[in-house]
């Protein structure tokens, strides 16, 4: 999957910043140029309004802590948000009860298993092990506190928008589809509920997980959200603080070990970043300190990644300095300065 060899590009370290703007325009659309054609993957299909994704649908684009944008592609084209949703609720929901409460109920370790596994569930004693995956989510969700399911939607609702920075809106159809196929969402939160892991009512936690997957985004919207999170929880664009520093620190975490589900190992060993995907061709790569890519193409390899997204973030991974753990020696730095 990850075919960028070390010598195909100009190498940075991890430390320091990232390079002038005009270069970071030429590294992303040389990005995206290189895999614009690629049609490996498949446009995801269980969930019937994704099946009409356009295949050849691609948008670049990064985020850096400064607010300043660079993308390439169709970084306007619409999408439902789905997975990566996860991501940006974990935080609101740490925000608001505590990193402690959130972990011991939901946990932080890998399944190694699908996104929607029931197995996983039974094998941990009804932990969802991570907030990550379909059960977890469902449970991160249910955790906000609120008087009502709508009042939850609400603080959800916001929350996300605030992390965009601009007023996100479902996208009616795309909940609607999903809504009469989440069976097995609904059973997993009848699951949870019978350990225990589930207070609220579990079909109404699943119709609020259903809405916050159904809000329309772009892959400009998920590089703003993830520079918010690499920026210490402040929206670098319009300057309000989401959540709290160390509330972005326990995100970034997370995503480095689960947001890539079963092959979250493999892409941090390959590209070095925390990041989220989501079944509508979504991912969300950060940089802490740096900014954060964007990127929406809906072909997915059989984890249920983009297949062109994910190829884009390893090159700019190594292009732009980006992986946490690439250095260089003190001498070196000082000579490169």
């Known amino acids: 999957m990850f075919e960028v060899r070390l010598d195909d590009v100009h190498q940075r370290a991890a430390t320091g910043v990232l390079p002038p ?24 299909d269980y969930i019937p309004i994704l099946g009409r994704a356009e295949p050849s649908d691609f948008g670049l684009a990064l985020v850096d802590v400064a607010g300043h944008a660079h993308e390439a592609g169709d970084v306007q084209r619409r999408f439902s948000l789905q997975s990566v949703s ?25 399944t190694g298993l699908p996104f929607n596994s029931v197995i996983a569930l039974e ?28 009042a ?10 605030a992390f965009a920075g601009r007023e996100l809106a479902l996208d009616e159809e795309v909940y609607e589809s999903e809504s009469v196929t989440n069976h097995r ?43 918010t999170l690499a920026d210490g929880g402040v929206n670098p664009v319009t300057g309000h603080r989401v959540v709290a520093a160390d509330v972005a620190r326990d995100t970034l975490a997370v995503l ?22 989501g079944v509508s061709g979504g ?6 300190g740096k900014g954060a890519v964007g990127a929406y193409s809906p072909r997915l390899d059989a984890a249920g990644n983009s297949v062109r997204g ?17 250095s260089v020696a003190r001498d070196e730095r000082e000579e490169i300065g």
């Not at 249910?142 to 399911?149: C, E, K, L, N, V």
């Not at 985004?217 to 703003?224: G, I, N, P, S």
């Open 21 to 44: 703007d005009l270069l970071v325009d030429d590294l992303i659309r040389d990005a995206h140029r290189r895999y614009a054609t690629d049609d490996e993957g498949v446009v995801a």
């Open 86 to 110: 996860k991501a940006f609720v974990f935080a609101l929901a740490c925000e608001r009860i505590g990193h402690a409460a959130v972990h011991a109920n939901v946990g932080v370790n890998n």
């Open 123 to 150: 094998l941990n004693d009804g932990s969802p092990m991570n907030p990550m995956v379909n059960a977890g989510a469902i449970a991160t969700t249910a955790m906000i506190p609120a008087g009502s399911a709508e």
């Open 152 to 161: 939850r939607w609400d603080i959800v609702l916001d929350g996300l928008s």
């Open 185 to 227: 969402n609904r059973a997993i939160a009848a699951l949870l509920q019978s350990y225990g892991r589930l207070d609220e009512d579990p079909l109404e936690s699943v119709d609020v997980y259903t809405r916050q997957c159904s809000l329309a985004v772009t892959a400009h919207d998920l590089a703003v959200m993830g520079a």
């Open 256 to 277: 480095a070990t689960t947001g890539m589900y079963e092959t979250s190992g493999e892409w941090l060993y390959e590209i070095g970043l925390p990041a989220k995907s």
């Open 283 to 288: 991912i969300v790569a950060i940089a802490p």
């Open 310 to 326: 994910q190829r884009a973030c390893a090159h700019l991974s190594r292009s732009l300095g980006l992986n946490l753990f690439a």
